[in-house]
């Protein structure tokens, strides 16, 4: 029985002790979780804070943005204000001479191109001229040269006496049809040779019966007209080119003695 109290009473103050230290331990774990909250509400306090300030610098920052945005302008004002009236007209001038110059770059650029392209159509002119040369112009210097034959026949004879009244208008008609064919080939590029009576021969120009030019040249050019058959035509070429001869005009010559006479 004793026994059994004793070990009741043992038990019973280990359990009193153990109670008394969990207790303590409860205490200061207590304590211990009160320091944490504390802190814990501390430092959320302290991030509120934070949070606020870094609020308040954002706000600061951006009103300071705007500030110096307005300043800004209203120094970029200021500066337009300041800089003389001179300066600013000196400024627009340069810019004036700068489009001025661009365009005057242009201008010599498309001047150049034109040319370019001009020589090339002048070649390919040229060369359209010379495929035509004893096919179309030949052709229609042809047609004057008979037809100037026929005019100048016809002249001749009007200026007899018995001519009718109906020969000399036709005639008449025939020179007008002449000036205007002769004015056409001028426009196409061509141009008639009507030497006058008394011109020096030219071998290069003119065509005579039984006459050399080389002879003519090497007589030293005594050789003149005398009569004109019927005209020439020359191709006028251009582009720095002599012209072309594309029917000779028919010519009769006689020789200049030392008397500076026909022989």
Not at 114 to 122: P, V
Not at 226 to 255: D, Q
């Amino acid at each position: 029985m004793t026994d059994n109290t004793d070990k009741l009473r043992v038990e019973n103050e280990t359990l009193r002790n153990e109670n008394c230290d969990l207790s303590m331990r409860l205490e200061c774990a207590e304590t211990e979780l009160e320091d944490v909250l504390d802190r814990l509400n501390d430092e959320k306090r302290s991030r509120t804070r934070l949070t606020e300030e870094i609020n308040a610098l954002r706000r600061e920052v951006g009103e300071l943005k705007e500030k110096n945005e307005t300043l800004r302008r209203e120094l970029s004002e200021r500066c337009r204000s300041i800089v003389p009236e001179e300066s600013r007209a000196d400024e627009a001038g340069d810019l004036r001479k700068a489009a001025k110059d661009l365009t005057n770059d242009m201008q010599f650029r498309m001047i150049n191109a034109l040319n370019d392209c001009r020589a090339e159509l002048i070649s390919a002119l040229r060369e359209w001229q010379v495929s035509l040369f004893r096919h179309e112009y030949g052709r229609l210097a042809a047609v004057f040269v008979n037809l100037a034959g026929i005019s100048s026949s016809l002249g001749k004879r009007v200026l007899e006496a018995d001519a009718p009244e109906e020969m000399r208008a036709v005639s008449a008609k025939l020179d007008r049809i002449r000036e205007r064919f002769a004015g056409a080939l001028e426009d196409a590029g061509m141009r008639v040779i009507e030497p006058e009576p008394g011109e020096r021969f030219d071998p290069a120009l003119h065509s005579a019966p039984d006459t050399n030019g080389a002879d003519a040249y090497e007589d030293g050019g005594n050789l003149r007209i005398l009569t004109v058959e019927s005209p020439g035509v020359l191709l006028v070429t251009g582009n720095g080119e002599p012209p072309e001869v594309l029917i000779e005009a028919s010519v009769t010559v006689g020789r200049i003695n030392e008397h500076g006479q026909n022989g």
